[in-house]
């Protein structure tokens, strides 16, 4: 199947810092990617959509100016949380819809990053 | 918000079949059901998906009910690698109009058992 590759996998960072996400399509070209987040013992809520040369739509509740989202070619998207706070600690996920897969095509997942923040 | 119902979770006995359900009362014409699975700290995993036939690939058997309104998804032989959260959800179709995101619910935490 369609590889989807996040990096880093896990990051820790002090109070105040950015870190960056990145979500990688391997073989095969992304137009829409989506961001989710998730706490433990909880679901994936999705934070936003990312799409190619335009500009993320963000869910309801969801601060675009703390998670920035640039999705610059067909096979990456990246997250930025700035400032992090130990509230952002939480594992996050991408994943991406292959342009060949329009329709009801499956949607494939990173492995996720878990981001703790001290 | 998540437009299905899921049990919280199920057990099943090794090489059983697992038959997880779910209700989606509020299915539109055009909305897809679909499964995936959580394995834990890792990304979902796609396990399959229909309209209205059944359907069956290499992992799972998808049942839904002739009004759509629910569905079971079949594990047919159960193994200990097979504990996950399994979550359905229902998407419409990627459009011009639509991304096709997925909006996940609680889903079921199937535990394998020896």
């Known amino acids: 199947g369609a590889v989807v590759s996040q990096h880093p996998s896990w990051v820790i960072c002090k109070s105040g810092t950015s870190v960056k996400i990145e979500c990688r399509s391997l073989?095969?070209?992304?137009?829409?990617m989506f961001w989710y987040r998730q706490f433990p013992k909880q679901s994936l809520m999705l934070m936003a959509t990312?799409?190619?040369?335009?500009?993320?739509?963000?869910e309801q509740g969801v601060e675009k100016d703390k998670f920035l989202i640039n999705h610059a070619s067909l096979t990456l998207s990246t997250l930025t949380v700035t400032s992090a706070h130990p509230e952002d600690s939480s594992f996050y996920i991408c994943?991406?819809?292959?342009?060949?897969?329009?329709?009801?095509?499956?949607?494939?997942f990173g492995e996720g990053s878990r981001l703790t923040v001290l | 918000d998540a437009k299905t119902t899921q049990p919280p979770s199920m057990d099943c006995a090794e090489g059983r079949a697992a038959n997880l359900p779910c209700n989606h009362s509020?299915?539109?014409?055009?909305?897809?059901v679909y499964w995936y699975r959580q394995i834990h700290s890792q990304g979902p995993q796609y396990i399959i998906h229909?309209?209205?036939n059944n359907e069956t690939n290499e992992m799972a058997s998808l049942i839904i009910t002739e009004d759509r309104k629910s569905s079971t998804l079949i594990l047919p032989h159960a193994t200990l690698r097979d504990t996950a959260v399994y979550y359905c959800?229902?998407?419409?179709?990627?459009?011009?109009?639509?991304?096709?995101?997925?909006?996940f619910g609680q889903g079921t935490t199937l535990q394998v058992k020896p």
């Open positions: 073989d095969f070209q992304a137009t829409t």
């Open positions: 990312s799409n190619e040369g335009s500009k993320a739509t963000y």
């Open positions: 994943s991406a819809r292959s342009d060949r897969g329009q329709g009801t095509g499956e949607l494939f």
């Open positions: 509020t299915i539109s014409g055009n909305e897809y």
């Open positions: 229909g309209l209205k």
């Open positions: 959800i229902v998407r419409v179709a990627t459009g011009s109009s639509n991304t096709g995101k997925l909006i």
